[in-house]
């Protein structure tokens, strides 16, 4: 039977027209798995401040920071895809991100680097491996085809955050 998901999309980045020949991704970690998320998302790196509770909300929301005056939901992206918590360390940091013109802060282990890739390193993810947040990946990146054990998810935070996906604690901030 085909697969007939209906993924929801945030509005993408404005100027957004086409598929480029080579996408920046920043590269991060949770536990021993390596990610990615494209670099035009990206509005700053900080390291881990505990953020203010919200009553209510989901538990991977953590709460809110105050960023030069914005309030900022920052998600926990161990608790949102189901991974065992760690104790933060001097390591952790929020990426902060713009998505549909309100900002989102993001918990991981560590930030690793920028990297760059065209279509021909990124793959699909292969048939049956799709869970149910397989709207928000984009697929496999592999820098270096050579070394097929250096690959990352990479994942579309337009789609895997999705409008309802930021809890009724979060709705309200803008």
């Not at 991060?28 to 390596?34: E, I, K, M, S």
């Not at 998320?37 to 105050?66: F, K, S």
């Not at 998505?99 to 680097?113: F, I």
């Not at 990146?141 to 579309?156: C, E, I, N, S």
């Amino acid at each position: 039977m085909p697969d007939t998901t209906v993924c929801p999309v945030l509005p993408a980045a404005a100027g957004d027209t086409s598929a480029p020949a080579q996408t920046e991704f920043l590269s991060f970690r949770l536990g021993a798995v390596a990610y990615g998320l494209q670099t035009r998302d990206v509005r700053e790196i900080r390291g881990y401040e505990t953020p203010t509770p919200v009553p209510g909300a989901p538990a991977h929301l953590q709460g809110v920071l105050n960023l030069r005056g914005q309030m900022v939901p920052v998600l926990d992206l161990r608790v949102r895809f189901g991974l065992s918590q760690v104790r933060f360390d001097p390591l952790t940091v929020t990426v902060f991100l713009q998505l549909a013109g309100r900002t989102v802060g993001l918990v991981v282990d560590s930030v690793s680097d920028v990297l760059t890739l065209t279509p021909a390193q990124i793959r699909p993810l292969p048939p049956g491996t799709a869970g149910a947040d397989a709207c928000g990946i984009l697929g496999i990146g592999v820098p270096d085809p050579a070394r097929y054990g250096d690959m990352l998810v990479l994942l579309d935070m337009h789609t895997l955050l999705g409008a309802d996906d930021l809890g009724p604690g979060a709705q309200a901030i803008h």
